[in-house]
């Protein structure tokens, strides 16, 4: 099951989730980070960055993937995750930008970028800590609704609750690409442990779907109940729908001081 652990607001579980990634970067100066976009991971982000220049680290060896990417944005589009993991994480925290991946989301080449990636990730031995974010809809990553367990990167069509969250961030919700190409739910499932945000009570229901609903494609968030190793944090709001949430207070309370993450 995964471990949920509620927080009074989003900087103390940036604190949290850095401090996980703080961790796996002191044990493997060459540690592989799964990096999701949003506006989830930011305070994440933020705390990391901050850690990093007050103890000096060398972050110089970190390797990154992004977790997905729009299908035709230009690269230097400031709303393709390219260029928003760039400027959110990559140049903040002062990691190396040859040692940062992102799916490539150009039309030439489209059809086997999916394959290219999953290589890339094989080749830097797996992904050893993933960051995610938990959609509206229940997706992680770009899985939307029915996505197959056992996929692996390749291109997904938006669903149009996906394209209405994120119309936000673009000047029209028609300018939200239609398509991306997003790690797949297997491929989320290889890393050696996930971190799942959420925040506000918008995300309540797919919280609570991930974590105690019925294991289902329908509910793409609920693969993670098959990942031996998930950190769950979430904010009062978005845990608000959860069951069990009084035996994850109790259980983190009494959290032996050996167990870590
Ligand atoms: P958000 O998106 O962080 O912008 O809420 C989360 C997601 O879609 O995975």
Redesign the pocket.
């Known amino acids: 099951m995964a471990e949920v652990v509620v927080v009074s607001d989003q900087e103390a579980a940036g604190d949290l989730a850095a401090h996980i990634i703080l961790d796996t970067i002191r044990r493997r100066p060459e540690a592989v980070l799964g990096l ?6 930011l305070s994440t982000y933020r705390r990391l960055a901050q850690q990093v220049k007050e103890r000096s680290l060398d972050v110089s060896h970190v390797r990154g993937f992004a ?1 997905d990417e729009y299908v035709g944005l230009p690269h230097d589009h400031p709303e393709s995750y390219r260029s928003v993991i760039t400027r959110d994480v990559v140049v903040p925290v002062g990691l190396n930008p040859s040692q940062i991946h992102v799916p490539d989301g150009a039309l030439a080449g489209i059809e086997h970028a999916g394959a290219d990636y999953e290589g890339s990730i094989a080749d830097a031995g797996g992904i050893d800590v993933q960051l ?5 809809d229940g ?4 899985n939307e609704p029915g996505s197959s367990f056992a996929s692996l990167t390749r291109v997904k069509t938006l669903s149009e609750q ?1 394209r209405r ?2 119309a936000r961030f673009f000047d029209d919700q028609d300018d939200v690409p239609m398509h991306c190409i997003t790690q797949g739910l297997a491929t989320i499932l290889r890393a050696g442990h996930l971190v799942l ?1 959420a ?2 009570e ?2 309540a229901e797919a919280l609570a779907g991930a974590v105690e609903g019925p294991v289902s494609a329908s509910n793409p968030g609920s693969a993670i109940q098959l990942h031996p190793r998930v950190t769950v944090i979430a904010d009062e709001a978005a845990a608000s729908a959860l069951r069990h949430v009084e035996y994850y207070r109790y259980a983190y309370a009494h959290k032996p001081s050996w167990q870590g993450f």
């Open positions: 999701a976009t949003g506006s989830t991971p977790l995610l974010g938990i959609g509206t997706h992680i990553g770009f996906t969250d994120n945000l925040f506000g918008g995300k």
